[in-house]
């Protein structure tokens, strides 16, 4: 585990969304270390706890990195009144990111809203090898498309009412890009119940996959224990945690059963 | 320089700064920010004899200065932390505390006894965890349970001294507090969290799995330094003092009620540089007032 904490600034904040924001924060040390998958944790001042968010992009030329976060309460909210030249209190990187295959490998990311950011350097890392399924609850909530596609990724997207892209769950569009060609890895970060769907798909397909999970979370560092996640190794039940075992799992390890 | 340093029953600290069972795991996770000598001391994650799962997720909810958990004494158990943890943690420099829980009063027995020869420095006695169904505060919560869990691991823990963490949730804590001590405890550290909990309003639910768990942070601090005080003038052994402490200020507070060291918990989730910056205010409240000793300020505070 190598991390930092300090405060840092705000390089470019932008609205991405009607309730997603998106920040460059330059923190060259944390920057150097970032990998693909991994979190900042974010003070929000007033607020006991940190907010955990996914590192959507690193970027060492600028020794920064992007976070792009959803207003989910009163914490986000809060974030979100930051601006451009506002310092910011983070501990990053945290967990273990994504196991990135050699760049010529095939890939299919698959995100769900807010589960859509950490998928963003998987894409750029296989570039052109990549497609990605994203899905969003409307029109209003789509972001990062260009990102995903300058990077030289195959884009499908789809939204829960149809109002952009095609309508319905990011499934159907990942059993259609599995039949037309099988890739090496599959990797995906959204909500539990589409997380659960793609496990099974590529348990199905027999395609190695990864998902990166979400919990209510304290420390950031694996020393409260309070992120819990109910995972299997060697057919033992057991509880990690998002901040350290993760955000990261092997999808045959994450046990979905509630 | 002034002094720095404490003795709580016969154990030096460096410093009065003790990182409180729970929340700083087995000292692994913050020591790439800052080495671990540079704390006073170390309370471990809550072990028992065996492995144990702890409660399902969510586990953790936040609250109006403070939060609450149900993590539920998840670790891996004394023997895997005996085999795994201590000889990492032996040479690190800082007091290393033993936080230890069990079901029933021969668990606890048999992990005092497990630990009493082991290395670690102090054993801090468990029976006031909020979050298991067997065991943990329905020791802490009668006199006699108290008393006769102490009683019973007395015997077993005869090369370091014996701390009783107590719980708040009970209606005289001082009654415990003496009943611990006339069964031979060496110290006690108080206050546990206090028994809480939070609703989604959408959904109905309580936030946390287990429905309740307990609250810590700066929303408890004033609770904390009343029972300190209050503990602090009924009984004659040190009195180890936590409980939403977040700045030097609140430790100095916390020492005035008559804490002789005291425990950073929740803070580090906010900062978790928490305890450093709290050991160097100290060391420079003491430079700034011309105290020469941190302990002539211990139960100082002059009641109306």
């Known amino acids: ?258 | 320089m002034s002094n720095l340093a404490v003795k709580i029953a016969g154990v030096t600290f460096k410093n009065p700064v003790i990182t409180a069972s729970g929340t700083y795991g087995f000292g692994r996770e913050y020591e790439c920010l800052y080495p671990l000598s540079a704390l006073g001391g170390v309370s471990l994650k809550g072990m028992t004899p065996a492995p144990r799962m702890g409660n399902p997720p969510p586990r953790v909810a936040e609250t109006p200065s403070g939060m609450l958990n149900s993590v539920g004494l998840q670790n891996p158990g004394v023997e895997a932390f005996l085999d795994n943890e201590l000889p990492y943690l032996k040479d690190k420099g800082t007091v290393l505390i033993a936080n230890v829980a069990g079901s029933t009063i021969d668990e606890y027995r048999s992990i005092c006894e497990r630990l009493d020869n082991s290395g670690v420095h102090m054993i801090e006695l468990n029976i006031s965890c909020p979050n298991v169904k067997q065991g943990g505060a329905s020791f802490g919560t009668s006199c006699e349970n108290a008393a006769s869990v102490v009683r019973a691991v007395r015997p077993m823990v005869k090369h370091v001294p014996l701390m009783v963490k107590l719980t708040p949730n009970v209606t005289d804590i001082t009654a415990i507090a003496q009943a611990v001590e006339a069964e031979g405890a060496d110290a006690v550290s108080l206050i546990n969290t206090l028994l809480g909990m939070r609703i989604d309003i959408k959904t109905r639910r309580p936030i946390l799995k287990n429905n309740v768990g307990g609250l810590s942070g700066p929303a408890i601090f004033p609770v904390a330094v009343r029972m300190v005080w209050q503990v602090a003038s009924k009984v004659k052994i040190p009195v180890v003092g936590m409980g939403g402490i977040t700045t030097w200020q609140d430790a100095v507070e916390m020492m005035m009620a008559g804490a002789s060291a005291i425990q950073i918990g929740a803070a580090l989730f906010t900062d978790p540089y928490a305890p450093i910056k709290i050991v160097e205010g100290l060391t420079k409240y003491l430079d700034d007032n011309g105290i020469a000793d941190i302990n002539s300020i211990v139960g100082q505070v002059q009641p109306w």
């Open chain 1, 1 to 258: 585990m190598n991390y930092r904490q300090g405060v840092f600034t705000l390089a470019k904040c932008e609205q991405l969304a009607e309730t997603t924001y998106s920040f460059v924060i330059t923190c060259h040390e944390i920057a150097s270390l970032a990998k693909a998958g991994q979190f900042a944790h974010l003070r929000v001042p007033g607020f006991s706890l940190r907010r955990p968010i996914s590192i959507c992009e690193v970027l060492p030329q600028e020794g920064a990195i992007r976070v792009v976060f959803d207003i989910r309460g009163e914490g986000t909210k809060a974030l979100a009144t930051l601006k451009s030249g506002d310092s910011i209190d983070i501990m990053a990187p945290l967990g273990n990111g994504f196991s990135l295959l050699e760049p010529d490998k095939k890939a299919i990311v698959i995100g769900g809203g807010i589960g859509v950011p950490p998928l963003l350097e998987i894409a750029k890392h296989y570039g052109e090898n990549s497609r990605a399924v994203l899905g969003f609850r409307s029109k209003t909530a789509v972001i990062l498309q260009n990102d995903f596609a300058s990077a030289g990724c195959g884009v499908h997207l789809c939204t829960d009412d149809g109002s952009m892209g095609r309508k319905g769950f990011v499934t159907a569009i990942l059993k259609e890009q599995l039949d037309a060609e099988k890739p090496d890895i599959l990797y995906a970060c959204g909500p539990r119940p589409m997380l659960k769907a793609v496990a099974a798909l590529a348990k199905e397909y027999g395609v190695r996959c990864q998902l990166s999970l979400e919990e209510r979370m304290a420390c950031g560092v694996g020393a409260c224990l309070g992120c819990a996640c109910k995972t299997r190794k060697d057919g033992k039940e057991t509880y990690s945690h998002v901040c350290k075992n993760g955000p990261v799992f092997e999808a045959e390890e994450v046990v979905f059963d509630e």
